[in-house]
Each structure stands twice: as structure tokens, then as C-alpha cells.
């Protein structure tokens, strides 16, 4: 009798451990799934920020080719096209799917950038105008102002830019392109104190320390400004400076940099070299 007991009490139990795994197997199977969606969420994540543009650009397509309706597949693949330097096609692909229900205000702006980024500037700005006023962003503004500057809407561009640099907390690229914006209206003061302020959110910004050159240059100048750079940075700006002098007449100017230039530079200075060459032979 106690061996039967307790045969019974054992395939009670494997019955019943099987009828509970039964049970918890819907719950098991809903949580592997939510898994894979985060890992899926994860690795898009990923494909847009840290991976190779090209290889987030391979994901996506391949992605897309199993779910051609999933957005979040179209946009992972339109941002991936900005980052690979491939704007043509990105357009392509925003363009296909921004008027969609699913599609954003933010799908909106990033389509307008890719627009700029193509030289097409009406269609951006027509995107943007798409975009409610009460989305103020930063790459909105800054977008807005460039667009603005496109159509030398100075007042409008001056207000976008300021206010996208205040709605960041790297605003040097910003600055350096409302100090450009300044360059080229002639207002070389303004642009001068607009590129020293790029270039305080980002010390190794070298564009920003080139077009201060050409700022100071431009208002006869000639001296570098007490900044941080290296030394090949150093003869870089010096030849700038100097093809700047060169254009304004102050040859004599132009050839004591250019002679620096080549000095400074840690290694052969081509560019400077024939830079110099031709203003010799030209003006000897």
C-alpha cells in the first residue's frame, strides 16, 4: 500500500508540474517575445550611433526587405544615408514615407536636412513650414536659420540662430555658421566675436579657427588670435591669412606669412610653397 501511495503522490506531481509549465509557457513565451523587441529596439539604437554608417545602412535594408512596412526601419535607413554621407538617397527614402500616418514632426525636420544637405532649399523649407510652430527644437532653429540666410533674411536668421544656440548645450557649430553668415555680409567685427565663441564651446574646431582668420584678415588684421593650436594649425592659418592679405593688395604681407607658413609647418608645406612661388614670380 505505501508503494502505491507513493507512486501515486509521484505521478500526481509530474502531472501536476506539467500542467503548471503548461500554464506558465503562454507567459514565458509573451515575455521572450517583449525581449526580442527591446533587443530589436537595442540594436537599432545601436545601427544609428555607434556602428560604421555603411554597415547601419546594410541593417536596415536588409531589415526592410523582411518588413518593408516597419517606419522605424525606413527612418533607422534615412538617418543611416545622412551619417554615410549619402543625402541623395536618404531623401528618397524620407520622402516615401513622411506624409504617413505613423510619420513625425521630428521625420519632418530630419527630411528638411537632408533637403538642405542636396541644395535643395525651397523643398526644406516647405518641410519646415509643415512643422507646427509649438516644436521648437534645436535642429528646427537651426535649420530655420540657415534656410533664412539662404534667403538673405537677415533679421529672421540672426533670431534662429540665437535662439538654437540657446537651446543647446554645444552651440559652436551654431556660432560658426551665424559668424560665417556674418563673414559673408561683410560685418567682419561681428563675425570675429561669433567665431571666438564657437571655438570656446570647441577648442579643437578648426574651421571655426580658420574663419576667424579670415575675419580678422578681412579688417587688415594680420596677426594670429591667442587661441589653442598646433603647430601644423599654425602654418595652416598663416597660409589663409596670407591668401587673404594677397587678395586685398598687402602682397609684401602676405609673403612674411607665407614664409612663416613654411617655417612652422613640421613638415613639407606644399600648398604654401607654391602659394608663395606664384606670388614671387607674379610680383617680384
Given at each position: 500500500m505505501r508503494l502505491f501511495s507513493i507512486t501515486a503522490i509521484s505521478v500526481s506531481l509530474v502531472l501536476g508540474l506539467s500542467a503548471c509549465e503548461k500554464l506558465k509557457r503562454p507567459d514565458v513565451d509573451r515575455a521572450t517575445d517583449v525581449v526580442n523587441v527591446i533587443d530589436a529596439t537595442n540594436l537599432n539604437d545601436i545601427m544609428l550611433t555607434v556602428a560604421d554608417p555603411n554597415?547601419?545602412?546594410?541593417?536596415?535594408?536588409?531589415?526592410?526587405?523582411?518588413?518593408?512596412?516597419?517606419?522605424?526601419?525606413?527612418?533607422?535607413?534615412?538617418?543611416?544615408?545622412?551619417?554615410?554621407?549619402?543625402?541623395?538617397e536618404a531623401v528618397v527614402v524620407f520622402?516615401?514615407?513622411?506624409?504617413?500616418?505613423?510619420?513625425?514632426?521630428?521625420?519632418?525636420?530630419?527630411?528638411?536636412?537632408?533637403?538642405?544637405?542636396?541644395?535643395?532649399?525651397?523643398?526644406?523649407?516647405?518641410?519646415?513650414?509643415?512643422?507646427?510652430p509649438t516644436i521648437e527644437t534645436y535642429k528646427r532653429y537651426r535649420l530655420e536659420a540657415m534656410i533664412a540666410d539662404s534667403n538673405r533674411e537677415w533679421k529672421k536668421a540672426d533670431s534662429f540662430y540665437e535662439t538654437a544656440a540657446g537651446l543647446t548645450t554645444k552651440p559652436a557649430s551654431v556660432y560658426n555658421n551665424w559668424g560665417y553668415s556674418k563673414l559673408t555680409r561683410g560685418e567682419y567685427n561681428?563675425?570675429?566675436?561669433?567665431?571666438?565663441?564657437?571655438?570656446?564651446?570647441?577648442?579643437?574646431m578648426f574651421t571655426a579657427k580658420n574663419n576667424l582668420v579670415l575675419a580678422r584678415a578681412s579688417q587688415g588684421k594680420y596677426s594670429l588670435p591667442i587661441i589653442r593650436m598646433t603647430q601644423i594649425e599654425k602654418a595652416q592659418l598663416l597660409h589663409t591669412m596670407a591668401v587673404s592679405a594677397i587678395r586685398q593688395g598687402d602682397l609684401d604681407i602676405a609673403r612674411g606669412m607665407l614664409e612663416e607658413a613654411i617655417d612652422t609647418h613640421p613638415q613639407y608645406f606644399d600648398i604654401a610653397v607654391r602659394t608663395l612661388a606664384a606670388l614671387n614670380a607674379k610680383n617680384p
Open positions: 554597415e547601419a545602412v546594410d541593417y536596415f535594408q536588409r531589415s526592410l526587405s523582411k518588413e518593408p512596412e516597419r517606419i522605424d526601419f525606413k527612418r533607422g535607413l534615412a538617418k543611416s544615408l545622412i551619417r554615410a554621407k549619402r543625402a541623395a520622402a516615401g514615407y513622411v506624409d504617413s500616418k505613423d510619420s513625425t514632426d521630428e521625420d519632418r525636420i530630419d527630411y528638411a536636412d537632408a533637403l538642405i544637405r542636396t541644395n535643395e532649399w525651397a523643398k526644406a523649407e516647405k518641410q519646415l513650414n509643415k512643422v507646427p561681428a563675425a570675429e566675436k561669433l567665431f571666438l565663441q564657437a571655438i570656446t564651446y570647441d577648442k579643437d
